[in-house]
């Protein structure tokens, strides 16, 4: 599946979406999100595809948002601009959720610089990987922004509040090894074996029953605002499910049977 914008390729089940606007550093236009939201709800709803791998073409991962999509809603009528920014954000808004929800692991394979909202759209996967070249910076503040993809969010539970707040509040950059140390990202590699290695983990992420990694995944994400006794509910209802499935019927099923046979 390849767009102008977008590339998608399958391979044993994982999923490799390339953002493909290298000579913007991957900027997001309106036109590359429209791509790319078809894109995620295709991986989402594919059941032969185990998990998804997130890259940039060229050299950077996503340099935020399109520059030129700002200056037109800018000099759009005085009366439009809030609601016009309104709707965008609801598309900003959902394909970071298509990321952040996936039923299924997400990895982030940052092979460069990923800047304002291309810095929250790696927050939004479950797992960063990253390049030598890898960089981090939530710029907003140098456009007189806050952080609209979910860094206010997802920044604060991988490096705490104050942390958050400091790289926000500067927009400073943060390379690979900072961004390692703070536990922005979860593994550096080198930059040839980027995507190979982040196709291997995602592998190795996928192996397990996909009915239990997608409740438990949508319970893990929720874990942080539920109390204990919302989870433990949470978790029954889903391994009253999982119970049924035909992953957790064939594994008790081969185990009892190797058990017979010892």
Same mark, same amino acid.
Not at 119 to 128: K, P, R, Y
Not at 169 to 197: H, M, N, P, W
């Given at each position: =599946?390849?767009n102008?914008?977008i590339?998608?390729q399958v391979?044993a089940g994982?999923a490799?979406l390339?953002l493909?606007?290298p000579d913007?550093r991957?900027?997001?236009s309106?036109?590359m999100?429209s791509?790319?939201? #078809?894109?995620?709800?295709h991986v989402?709803?594919?059941?032969?595809?185990r998990?998804l791998?997130?890259t /940039?073409?060229?050299?950077? @991962?996503?340099?935020?948002? &399109?520059?030129?999509?700002?200056e037109?809603? =800018?000099s759009?009528p005085?009366g #439009?601009?809030?609601f016009?920014?309104?709707?965008?954000?609801?598309?900003?808004?959902?394909?970071?959720?298509?990321?952040?929800? =996936?039923?299924?692991p !997400?990895?982030?394979?940052?092979? /460069?610089?990923?800047?304002?909202l291309?810095a929250?759209t790696?927050l939004?996967? &479950?797992?960063i990987?990253?390049?030598?070249?890898a960089?981090?910076?939530?710029?907003?503040?140098h456009?007189?922004i806050?952080?609209d993809?979910?860094? =206010?969010y @997802?920044?604060?539970r991988r !490096?705490?509040l104050?942390?958050?707040k400091?790289?926000?509040?500067?927009?400073?950059? !943060?390379?690979a &090894?900072?961004?390692l140390?703070l536990?922005?990202?979860d593994?550096?590699v080198?930059?040839?074996t980027?995507?190979?290695d982040a196709?291997a983990?995602?592998a190795?992420?996928?192996?397990?029953?996909?009915?239990?990694?997608?409740?438990g995944?949508?319970?893990?994400?929720?874990? @942080?605002e539920?109390?204990?006794?919302?989870v433990?509910?949470?978790?029954?209802?889903?391994q009253g499910i999982?119970y049924?499935s035909? #992953?957790?019927?064939?594994?008790v099923?081969? @185990?009892?049977?190797?058990?017979?046979?010892?």
């Amino acid at each position: =599946m390849t767009n102008e914008l977008i590339d998608l390729q399958v391979h044993a089940g994982i999923a490799t979406l390339t953002l493909n606007r290298p000579d913007k550093r991957n900027a997001m236009s309106d036109a590359m999100r429209s791509q790319f939201i #078809e894109a995620l709800e295709h991986v989402s709803a594919d059941k032969a595809i185990r998990a998804l791998v997130l890259t /940039g073409a060229g050299k950077g @991962f996503c340099a935020g948002g &399109d520059i030129a999509g700002m200056e037109r809603r =800018m000099s759009a009528p005085a009366g #439009e601009i809030a609601f016009n920014g309104w709707h965008r954000q609801q598309r900003v808004h959902h394909t970071q959720a298509l990321l952040h929800t =996936m039923p299924k692991p !997400v990895i982030a394979a940052v092979n /460069g610089a990923a800047s304002g909202l291309g810095a929250d759209t790696a927050l939004a996967c &479950d797992f960063i990987i990253a390049s030598e070249w890898a960089s981090f910076t939530w710029s907003y503040i140098h456009r007189g922004i806050v952080p609209d993809g979910g860094g =206010m969010y @997802f920044l604060p539970r991988r !490096v705490g509040l104050p942390r958050a707040k400091e790289l926000i509040f500067t927009g400073r950059k !943060v390379d690979a &090894d900072e961004a390692l140390a703070l536990g922005i990202v979860d593994r550096k590699v080198s930059a040839e074996t980027l995507v190979a290695d982040a196709q291997a983990w995602a592998a190795e992420l996928s192996q397990g029953s996909a009915t239990a990694l997608a409740l438990g995944k949508t319970i893990l994400n929720q874990s @942080f605002e539920l109390s204990a006794q919302q989870v433990f509910a949470q978790g029954s209802q889903a391994q009253g499910i999982c119970y049924t499935s035909t #992953e957790h019927r064939e594994s008790v099923m081969a @185990f009892l049977a190797k058990s017979a046979a010892k």
